[in-house]
């Protein structure tokens, strides 16, 4: 069996429920196999001790427990203000965080209703990346009702994720 390369980009899984979905997964050794796990929906068997917070969001466990067991670093910076989205931790974390980073971070902050709009998508954002952000463009324009902005948007996120054009369309 060949081994499962998978890049590590700052993202959230999005495929477990809860709070789980939008936490950050920071860089473990050993974590390869954990996290092929993780993409195809499934808990593994040991966690890395640095994702003992997802571990315990998975289970269950409270805003306190999860904020305890949080590492250092940008993941972790991003995922307190996935556990507490309020205006002072968004500012906090912004001041610490760039690039990819504070892009995803103003992604959540508009969810949490921190921000009126979702971030533009700079032109060099590529790749799942990408079409996370337009997808949350599109909810934005859907929402205001922007339908054909907000088809343009989701167009737009199925192509960065090589998905291909929706049924339909043109």
């Not at 936490?23 to 001790?49: D, H, I, V």
């Not at 306190?64 to 910076?77: D, T, V």
């Not at 991003?78 to 504070?102: I, K, M």
Request: some cysteine.
């Amino acid at each position: 069996m060949t081994p499962v390369s998978i890049a590590l980009r700052p993202q959230p899984l999005g495929v477990f429920p809860g709070i789980a979905g939008s936490l950050l997964l920071p860089p473990a050794p050993a974590g390869e196999e954990p996290l092929a796990a993780l993409m195809k929906g499934r808990l593994p068997e040991r966690w890395p001790e640095a994702w003992q917070f997802f571990a315990r969001a998975v289970d269950g466990h409270d805003e306190a427990s999860l904020l305890e067991a949080l590492p250092e670093g940008e993941e972790g910076i991003f995922n307190r203000v996935v556990l507490r989205p309020t205006s002072d931790v968004y500012t906090w974390a912004r001041e610490r965080l760039e690039g990819e980073y504070r892009l995803l971070l103003d992604a959540v902050a508009w969810r949490a209703g921190l921000l009126p709009e979702p971030p533009d998508v700079p032109p060099e954002v590529d790749g799942e990346l990408r079409a996370f952000l337009l997808g949350c463009r599109a909810h934005a324009a859907l929402e205001r009702g922007a339908r054909e902005e907000g088809l343009e948007a989701l167009e737009a996120a199925a192509a960065a994720s090589g998905v291909g054009p929706m049924p339909g369309r043109s």
